[in-house]
């Protein structure tokens, strides 16, 4: 797991393991476990009566994981599905839930799972190999009606249309480069904000893997198996991420259901959760000088105050 460490700097680590330390003992759920740099960190810094259970969609980095038993234990699936991967493992209430939303970097830069646009690969972009949908599919298949919206839904991509027309107009696609090629030439002109290929590659890897309505159930099952003083603790890289989450924790800190338009509050419930982070907290620029992809990230966390 070192090595791994030293090709995945986990973001935010230290702010990260300090929201866990008040937990009680349990068991801590790493939902991304990746290359275990967080689990690594929370191992560190909880003491003996307090086990990690990390969790991955892609059994390659489950495969990876060197250190078995003992505190640490990493089983593969989907944190959509985080009750019955919980069940399945004996662990009823967990302590603590973490979701770090991001790609790993070692996912990034294996050409072969086909997730960059700077290298050569195959329109893959699946985060479990095991799932049938691919880019492939979507691109080659998919109506440029559909694709356009897919676009422009999950890649807040403002030449959406263009895009797909352009990339309608070049099928068959069979290559990451090829396509990033043809939608730079789609849009033109000076790249202020990175590749313009930077924000498709983001809505066919979202879609391709389910990722808006994965973390929807995964927060949803998270805080409501979540124990009593333990905290739930995200990590979003773009704006529906992020949203999303500030959304749930809003809601689940709030306590009152009634309508908004009711002038006082008549359903008399407590909120079940108190948020542990005022607006979205973010790297540092240390952080950022020396791991340039923790620059987006924004984490949130709430901790679980009545049963």
């Given at each position: 797991?070192?090595?791994?460490?030293?090709?995945?700097?986990?973001?935010?680590?230290?702010?990260?393991?300090?929201?866990?330390?008040?937990?009680?003992?349990?068991?801590?759920?790493?939902?991304?476990?990746?290359?275990?740099?967080?689990?690594?960190?929370?191992?560190?810094?909880?003491?003996?009566?307090?086990?990690?259970?990390?969790?991955?969609?892609?059994?390659?980095?489950?495969?990876?994981?060197?250190?078995?038993?003992?505190?640490?234990?990493?089983?593969?699936?989907?944190?959509?599905?985080?009750?019955?991967?919980?069940?399945?493992?004996?662990?009823?209430?967990?302590?603590?839930?973490?979701?770090?939303?991001?790609?790993?970097?070692?996912?990034?830069?294996?050409?072969?799972?086909?997730?960059?646009?700077?290298?050569?690969?195959?329109?893959?972009?699946?985060?479990?190999?095991?799932?049938?949908?691919?880019?492939?599919?979507?691109?080659?298949?998919?109506?440029i009606v559909d694709l356009a919206r897919l676009i422009r839904k999950y890649g807040e991509e403002p030449a959406a249309d263009r895009i797909a027309a352009a990339i309608v107009q070049a099928r068959p696609l069979t290559d990451t480069v090829s396509l990033a090629e043809v939608i730079g030439a789609a849009v033109p002109g000076p790249r202020r904000r990175g590749h313009p290929a930077r924000r498709t590659f983001q809505a066919l890897r979202m879609a391709v893997n389910d990722e808006l309505a994965a973390i929807e159930a995964g927060l949803d099952q998270a805080l409501d198996l979540l124990a009593v003083d333990g905290r739930c603790v995200t990590i979003a890289y773009h704006s529906l991420e992020d949203r999303l989450v500030k959304q749930k924790f809003a809601t689940a800190s709030a306590g009152c259901v009634c309508p908004p338009e009711l002038p006082i509050c008549g359903c008399g419930a407590s909120p079940r959760f108190r948020l542990l982070t005022r607006g979205a907290g973010k790297p540092n620029p240390d952080e950022v000088a020396s791991n340039p992809r923790a620059r987006s990230a924004r984490l949130r966390a709430v901790a679980r105050v009545a049963a």
């Open positions: 797991m070192t090595q791994d460490r030293e090709f995945h700097r986990p973001v935010m680590a230290g702010e990260v393991a300090a929201l866990f330390e008040p937990v009680p003992p349990g068991v801590v759920v790493d939902a991304t476990f990746g290359g275990g740099g967080h689990a690594e960190e929370l191992l560190r810094v909880l003491g003996s009566q307090h086990r990690v259970l990390g969790i991955d969609r892609d059994p390659v980095a489950v495969a990876r994981a060197e250190r078995r038993g003992g505190r640490l234990q990493v089983i593969h699936g989907n944190f959509a599905d985080l009750a019955e991967l919980l069940e399945s493992v004996e662990v009823e209430t967990p302590v603590g839930v973490l979701f770090d939303f991001g790609v790993s970097s070692r996912q990034i830069d294996d050409p072969a799972r086909g997730f960059s646009f700077r290298h050569r690969g195959p329109l893959d972009m699946r985060m479990d190999p095991g799932i049938g949908l691919t880019a492939h599919t979507i691109i080659n298949e998919m109506p």
